[in-house]
């Protein structure tokens, strides 16, 4: 299989609803909250792509772009974009939509920087 299809292949797409336990006092979701949801699909995402133990080395230039309102269903999305020698970087974006209508944007952006591990926990190639 070539990367072109390994990336298309890991491509991972998660759900969400937003429920009260995962707001703030602003009824909007915590950010911390989309982080971490981030960096789980992101994990997902690498993992499919590498087949490898993969551990996140790096968080880069989140872009909260609008808030995510409780009521509301998230999709992330995760998808390989770059890839080294040791490591690659996952792009993760969260699109929010109305659960009563069909508009849909995005919201969220964030990259995520993987290296694989060997069971020692030292770097190995990533493919």
């Known amino acids: ?14 759900f969400k609803a937003i429920f009260p336990n995962t707001t703030n006092h602003y009824d909007t979701l915590f950010g911390g909250t989309a982080m971490q949801w981030m960096d789980e699909v992101a994990f997902i995402t690498v993992t499919r792509f590498s087949r490898k133990r993969c551990v996140t080395v790096c968080s880069d230039r989140i872009d909260f772009k609008k ?3 409780a009521g509301t269903i998230v999709e992330l999305v995760g998808r390989v974009s770059r890839v080294g020698t040791r ?5 993760v974006d969260i699109y929010v939509e109305n659960m009563y209508s069909a508009h849909r944007s995005k919201a969220i952006s964030g990259e ?3 290296v694989a591990i060997d069971e020692n926990k030292q770097p190995i190639k990533i493919l």
Not at 1 to 14: P, Y
Not at 87 to 91: F, I
């Open 67 to 69: 808030p995510i309102p």
């Open 87 to 91: 490591s690659a970087v996952v792009k």
């Open 1 to 14: 299989m070539n990367i072109d299809e390994l990336v298309k292949d890991s491509e991972t797409r998660i």
């Open 112 to 114: 995520f920087t993987f």
